[in-house]
């Protein structure tokens, strides 16, 4: 994917794409650190449809809905040869009780045989989690392990 | 009543004015800059109230003004960005020059003012204003649109320009001979020249020196820097604005944002006592004889402003409605043109014929720019529908 990077002097940086229909989509980072998603329009491809200001939480959760399933399709993929492996993508909720604790406190493995893989936060993965990664809301688990177990890991999540 | 009593209550009063008249700016959506000239205009001489007491203190203000605008005019851009914008604008920013500063010329010598008031008046139609111009793009939604770089290259272009006319134009005013100008010109140019190599390979020791962890600390430091540096520069003839600008460019990375962030609310103030002091310092009588200039001078430089950016979008390959768009976005001048103009009033090198008509320009350019960019895709859409119905017709025909 050609991303093309253009600074916007005074400002901040503008990253778009074309994509396939050519659209340009991408993202206009100001200075201070705001974030607007910006999408062109079909009749005038130099001027934006939306220009959306996104806060950070809101950039990373639209992050996380884009790039979580690519993860979890690509790992299915992976596991595809090996029958009763599953990967599915579990959330920490505002509610959990493992919001603010570690992935060791949840003895994930030890109780369900689950393994995750990979956290998906703000748009960003962060592969083979140590025990002592810290959950905060929002985060996206993907894990990998055999049916029954994952049904089992999403109800820890859910009710500790 | 004693003293400064009075004086407390008529600074409380113009502020409080003025605020009024920013939020009245703010619900029509235009810049409250024509605003505060206005509000300049009913005081002071020949205006409704006379401002007495607090002259000193707006005196000072309105030059912390000057030198505020153009720190946080520095620091807006970093050296690396300033040398890009040369090296990709230089040609849209030739034309730019050409272009706007001509009519401003034009009328200084029809009227007599001799190649000084040229001089002046050429700056005050040449420089649009960032200010304006920033804040339209990004209400108007269109920081992400293609020929907004190309809008913002050619600001920087400007700015780069500035810096090289504010120490001519002090060198002019001050009443030096051509070689005297010379002299100052090769001053300039050999100054901003370290400025920018010091900014671009030691810009990070210059931060060092000012930046601070506690907010009272810097502000108090950069504040200082800012006014010592201006104060020097101002010394040594080389004007307080261009001391100031330098240093806001010397200043680089998460320091110059700190320091914009700080700096912008007290920079909004001074700048609006420095708005104040010269609308009180013009004539509103003598504004109406040059009316007609102004209006001409606007429409010429409203029509130049638009072939800048439409040549220079075209030229990065931007298609018909947004080369109109970049046009229209460039149109507002504002804060700099009355920078320029208050420098030339304050050396007292020009009459007071310049100053009124400044003011009239600036007030009908700073209205005219923000509703140009607004209207402009709306128009352009008609005109192209009104040619494309023509071609139809005529190809039947």
Sequence with gaps: MNVEVTPLPGIGVRKDFATRN???????????????????????????????PLT????????????????????????????????????????????????????????????????????????????????????????????????????ILKFG | MDHTALSLIELGAVFF?????????????????????????????GGLIPLGDIGDFTHLASEMGVVLLLLLLGLEYSAAELFTGLRRSWMAGLLDIVLNAAPGAIVALILGWGPIGAIVLAGVTYISSSGIIAKVLGDLGRLGNRETPVVLSILVFEDLVMALYLPILTAVLGGV??????????ISLLVITVVLVIALKFGRYVSAAVDSPDREVFLLKVLGAALLVAGLASAMQVSAAVGAFLLGIAISGSTAENATHMLEPLRDLFA????????????????????????????VTTLTKVGTGWWAARRQGVGKLGRARAGAALVARGEFSIVIAGLAVTAGAVTGDLAALATAYVLLMAILGPIAARVVEPVAKAVGRKAAARAATSGSA
């Design chain 1, 22 to 52: 050519g659209r340009r989509i991408g993202v206009v980072t100001q200075r201070d650190g705001h974030i607007e998603l910006i999408v062109s329009k079909t009749d005038d491809p130099d001027a934006c449809l939306a220009s959306l």
């Design chain 2, 272 to 299: 609006a006592v420095f708005f104040v002091v010269f609308g009180l310092n013009t004539n509103p009588a003598a504004i109406p004889p040059v009316l007609g200039w102004a209006v001409v001078l606007a429409v």
């Design chain 2, 17 to 45: 004015g003025l605020g009024a008249l920013g939020r009245l700016a703010g619900k029509i959506g235009m810049s409250p800059i024509p605003l505060y000239l206005l509000g300049g205009l009913c005081f002071g001489q």
């Design chain 2, 177 to 186: 001979s051509l070689l005297g100008g010379m002299k100052a010109v090769g």
């Design chain 1, 56 to 155: 950070a939480e809101e950039a990373g959760a639209l992050a996380n809905l884009l790039g979580a399933p690519q993860l979890v399709a690509q790992l299915t993929e992976e596991h595809r040869d090996l029958p009763g492996i599953n990967t599915k993508q579990l959330p920490i909720k505002a509610v959990s009780p493992f919001d603010g604790r570690t992935l060791g406190d949840t003895a994930m493995r030890t109780r369900t045989g689950v393994s995750v893989v990979a956290v998906m936060r703000a748009g960003q993965v962060h592969p083979s989690p140590t025990p002592d990664f810290t959950f905060t809301a929002g985060d996206l688990l993907v894990a990998v392990g055999t049916s029954e177990g994952l049904e089992a890991a999403a109800k």
